[in-house]
């Protein structure tokens, strides 16, 4: 189906969607795209684990557990359940808080609102494997082709996970509720109007609920919709649609409602984007100049002693959206360009993931306080420029040596299996011998149920 044979006018985007994603087997799915749900699930139970020490998951897990709600779904490492819904909410927090999920250059591809969902609702309803992939799936496929036409709402400042993860919550969740296509287009009409977000949030706890909320935004929509609850069921057609709302029908990325449909049926957004792990707990837009570093000091032999000073050239947006020079919180540190260098500075080459630059103490730290003196930040003249444009590291050593490495867009982050679960395992240590139990029901998932995964978390 194409965007040329959609009807606008009466619902025929939302229908088509609608449509399609409901009857997304698992059986139709190209086993890449199963594995890829695998490995990103694995990764995220790791990074929900790992956040329990993060202040803000803390924070959190305590508003959850006081709630006292009715016992549906576990907070994954929390040893506990709370209501559907809020597991969704807090589930989807931890999996954002140390800064480590999926990312690439489309709205859409951090994959924390269809995981955390389908964890969530799949714990509540014994979901099996298949249902829990085949949901993630849809949701993704959602949540990226809202990406791929309305990307133009980033540049007006609006959060890229926060804006289609509602829809993708809605969709995964919608799928284990078992919803049929008109009520999937009323939890679609009850979530969409909900997303948006702020960039502005970055670098203090707002950030880390902008993952949360819209998970839950769209759990709840499932819920709703699966009880009858009704909504605008064509939110994505006409005037005053989603698109138009967010992305606007202006500057040099307008709204494109062709993209909704175009080739759907075909590739996977899941398969075709290049969604990428991160191996850095700290904003994408770090990323390249950390990797820079690295790159430089492993191919040169290059200790951090030896090290006079490094200069980062990065474009504009990367500026805006990661702009502390000298952070004072954990928060502020993962959105700071300087500190992720200057983190390389007082411990060397990391062992993956990279961590210990990111939080309260690191960033007061008068080690790094005094790396960061070693590290400028030089931002390139023109215009914004969204998504990863190239940045450029330069390297002068104490021997009068100047080493330079421009990386162009995402770093390499090719990874074999065993990479991945080894960071895993070196994000899940708390879980003790079940880390090795979580690996093995993760990937071979299709024989288990999604309380196969969240009873080896308590």
């Not at 014994?126 to 036409?149: C, H, K, P, T």
């Not at 957004?269 to 100049?289: D, E, M, N, W």
């Not at 700071?336 to 993956?352: F, K, T, Y």
């Amino acid at each position: 189906m194409t965007a040329g044979t959609v009807a606008l006018d009466k619902g025929g985007i939302t229908r088509a969607l609608s449509e399609y994603l409901v009857g997304l087997r698992f059986e139709d799915l190209p086993d890449r795209a199963v594995e890829i749900v695998k490995i990103f699930t694995l990764e995220a139970v790791g990074h929900m684990v790992l956040a329990h020490n993060q202040p803000v998951s803390k924070m959190l897990v305590e508003y959850a557990r006081e709630l006292g709600a009715v016992p549906q779904a576990q907070i994954i490492g929390g040893g506990f359940k709370t209501s559907v819904a809020e597991a969704a909410y807090v589930n989807g927090s931890l999996a954002h808080a140390d800064e480590l999920e999926s990312y690439g250059t489309v709205p859409g591809s951090g994959l924390v609102p269809p995981i955390a969902a389908g964890l969530a609702v799949g714990d509540f309803k014994n979901s099996s494997g298949r249902d829990y992939i085949a949901a993630v799936v849809a949701g993704v496929e959602m949540q990226g082709r809202l990406g791929l036409s309305g990307i133009g709402a980033c540049d007006r400042g609006f959060m890229g996970i926060s804006l289609v993860g509602p829809a993708a919550a809605a969709v995964t969740g919608g799928r284990l509720f078992a919803l049929d296509a008109d009520r999937l287009r009323n939890a679609l009409g009850t979530a969409l109007p909900l997303g948006n977000g702020s960039t502005r949030g970055c670098g203090s706890m707002a950030h880390v609920h902008e993952a949360g909320v819209p998970t839950r935004t769209g759990v709840l929509a499932a819920q709703m919709a699966a009880r009858g609850f009704t909504s605008c069921v064509d939110f994505l057609d006409g005037a005053h649609s989603w698109g138009m709302q967010y992305a606007g029908l202006d500057g040099s990325r307008p709204y494109d409602a062709d993209k909704l449909t175009a080739g759907l049926g075909g590739e996977l957004f899941l398969v075709s984007q290049g969604i990428a792990p991160k191996r850095y707990g700290s904003c994408g837009l770090t990323h390249q100049t950390i990797y820079g570093t690295i790159e430089l000091m492993r191919e040169h032999g290059v200790e951090p002693g030896d090290i006079a000073h490094i200069e980062l050239v990065v474009p504009p947006w990367a500026d805006r959206i990661a702009p502390f020079r000298d952070p004072v919180s954990g928060e502020q540190a993962k959105f700071s360009i300087r500190q992720g260098v200057a983190g390389l500075l007082v411990g060397g080459i990391p062992e993956l993931p990279y961590t210990h630059a990111f939080d309260d103490k690191a960033a007061r730290d008068p080690r790094y306080v005094a790396a960061r003196e070693r590290v400028t930040v030089t931002v390139t003249e023109g215009e914004s420029v969204r998504g990863f444009a190239d940045q450029t590291v330069t390297m002068t050593l104490d021997d009068g040596r100047v080493l330079t490495k421009v990386v162009s867009s995402l770093e390499d982050t090719t990874y074999t299996l065993d990479e991945r679960v080894a960071m895993f395992a070196n994000t899940a240590k708390s879980l003790g011998a079940k880390a090795d139990q979580v690996v093995d029901v993760v990937l071979n998932l299709e024989k288990h149920t999604v309380g196969d995964i969240t009873a080896l978390t308590n």
